[in-house]
């Protein structure tokens, strides 16, 4: 199982963009999906994370602005973007706890970073 990102870019500050992530491969249930980013010279942090029952969780100084989406028919979740100031400046990272068809136990699976960049 693998976590697929793709979206994200450049924009300058006040635009918008969307990133979306979706477990591919073998899933037998999805409970927590969502993104981390990491901002140049920062450790990392949670951004938006939903769980399966539809609770969403965002990050204070991206309330409002943000949104995240979840479909749990196809795995996949989709953050979208809006009034994007330079400090959200960063690597965005999909990260889900996920069961493998098969497998035992729960596991923390993360994506590929994906590279959001917001111009002054």
């Known amino acids: 199982v693998q976590l697929q990102a793709s979206g994200g870019g450049s924009v300058q500050a006040g635009g918008s963009l969307k990133i979306s992530c979706a477990a591919v491969g073998s899933v037998l249930a999805v409970h927590t999906m969502g993104w981390y980013r990491q901002r140049p010279g920062k450790g990392r942090e949670r951004v938006a994370m939903?769980?399966?029952?539809?609770?969403?969780d965002l990050l204070d100084s991206v309330r409002g602005r943000f949104t995240l989406s979840r479909d749990n028919a196809r795995n996949t979740v989709e953050l979208m973007m809006d009034t994007l100031k330079p400090e959200d400046t960063a690597v965005y990272y999909c990260?889900?706890?996920?069961?493998?068809?098969?497998?035992?136990?729960?596991?923390?699976?993360w994506g590929q970073g994906t590279q959001v960049t917001v111009s002054s």
């Open positions: 990260n889900s706890n996920l069961r493998q068809n098969g497998g035992s136990h729960w596991e923390n699976i």
């Open positions: 939903s769980t399966h029952d539809g609770q969403i």
